[in-house]
């Protein structure tokens, strides 16, 4: 089952496109980047969100830098290259995914270093391609190894939007979902609207419905309630990082869910790729919660119906303790009752497979 539309692209004039994500539902619109500081702008706005794809967006982001760059001589080459690589690093401080892109764009800059910038460029495009295309690949992977703990006429409870806008396509958590619909699986999913942006709402609702998966919204406070009356079999989210004993940061609201899910027996999965895993941290309490803006509380999309002057707290992300999660679903493989001893191993055993 593939998307009907492309979340990121590098197009054949050299630059890149993407899907813009604040206009869905009402309009399908693509926006044209040439800049780094144009990328790391969609990434801050929200027009490209998700882990997985704002990896995929800084690393294209840096490949435009060294194209715009390229017949620059070698000293006038590196300084704005170094700063595109802190730009699009200060766009959003929580999704680990836009670090290790950025990371493993820097690792073939040094490579390539004392070689002329055509060189440089070219490699580095060669790589944000290589970062996306692994990205696909293992969320194909995840989708599989992921529907096999989906039952048959699974009704399916996810929080804010995990699928392909979220990711360089099929999706983590929604992958999952596909997954189990290509492998004959009845399922139905209740999207919560997720507040304050309405992701679920605007993004997971649009994303299942182009797919024909059935899909019911509703308020992020009703979740508790459908969970008591028995209308939830299973939980499934992404995550933007995961620390070493198995913490989740994800979109605020998760941590509720992971809470009602136990109190009423329910699995709570998170899907998400390797590069979301974060071990130089020892818990969730070491990972860094981005505050947003006032107006994504006080109102949204041009409507305000907060009283003027009142203080708001908006943190985009809670972060949900191991104990709470059932299961971690990634390329690597399926760790149950995540900790820091599993992760390793998973990502040691990870570092000795090949690529996908």
Same mark, same amino acid.
């Given at each position: 089952m593939t998307p009907s539309f492309?979340?990121?692209?590098?197009?054949? %004039? +050299?630059r890149v496109r993407m899907l813009d994500q604040r206009r869905l539902p009402r309009a399908v619109e693509y926006l044209v980047f040439d800049t780094a500081a144009d990328v790391a702008g969609a990434i801050r706005t929200?027009?490209?969100r998700g882990a997985p794809a704002i990896g995929c967006a800084a690393a294209y982001g840096i490949a435009l830098e060294a194209r715009r760059l390229v017949h620059e001589p070698a000293d006038r080459f590196s300084p704005p290259l170094a700063q595109a690589f802190n730009t699009l690093a200060a766009s959003r401080p929580t999704a680990v995914?836009? !670090?290790?892109?950025?990371?493993?764009?820097?690792?073939?800059?040094?490579?390539?270093?004392?070689? %002329?910038t055509a060189t440089i460029a070219r490699q580095l495009l060669l790589e944000a391609h290589a970062i996306l295309e692994a990205d696909v690949a293992a969320n194909r992977r995840m989708g599989d190894l992921g529907a096999a703990l989906v039952p048959d006429g699974a009704r399916i409870l996810t929080?804010?939007? &995990?699928?392909?806008?979220?990711?360089?396509?099929? +999706?983590?958590?929604? +992958?999952?979902?596909?997954?189990?619909?290509?492998?004959g699986k009845r399922v139905s999913v209740f999207a919560d609207e997720t507040r304050p942006v309405l992701q679920g709402a605007r993004l997971t609702a649009w994303e299942l419905q182009q797919d024909g998966i059935p899909v019911t919204l509703l308020p992020d406070v009703a979740a508790g309630h459908l969970m008591a009356r028995g209308g939830i079999d299973l939980v499934i989210v992404g995550a933007d990082r995961? =620390?070493?004993?198995?913490?989740?940061?994800?979109?605020?609201?998760? !941590?509720?869910?992971a809470v009602l899910a136990a109190r009423h027996g329910i699995p709570f999965y998170v899907a998400c790729p @390797?590069?979301?895993?974060? @071990?130089?941290?020892?818990?969730?309490?070491?990972?860094?919660?981005?505050e947003r803006g006032r107006e994504e509380v006080a109102g949204y999309g041009g409507e305000v119906w907060a009283p003027e002057g009142v203080a708001t707290f908006n943190p985009a992300f809670d972060v949900t303790p191991a104990d709470l999660v059932t299961a971690l679903i990634t390329?690597?493989?399926?760790?149950?009752?995540? %900790?820091?001893?599993l992760l390793q191993a998973l990502?040691? =055993?990870? &570092?000795? @497979?090949?690529p996908p």
């Open positions: 492309q979340t990121i692209a590098w197009t054949a %004039d +050299g929200l027009a490209i995914n836009l !670090f290790w892109a950025l990371h493993r764009m820097r690792a073939v800059w040094s490579v390539h270093a004392s070689e %002329d929080h804010c939007n &995990a699928g392909a806008l979220a990711t360089a396509g099929h +999706g983590t958590a929604l +992958g999952v979902i596909r997954s189990a619909v290509a492998a995961v =620390a070493a004993n198995g913490d989740v940061a994800n979109k605020i609201g998760t !941590f509720p869910v @390797l590069s979301t895993l974060d @071990l130089s941290l020892a818990t969730g309490a070491s990972i860094p919660i981005e390329e690597a493989g399926v760790v149950h009752g995540p %900790d820091r001893a990502v040691g =055993a990870a &570092a000795d @497979l090949p």
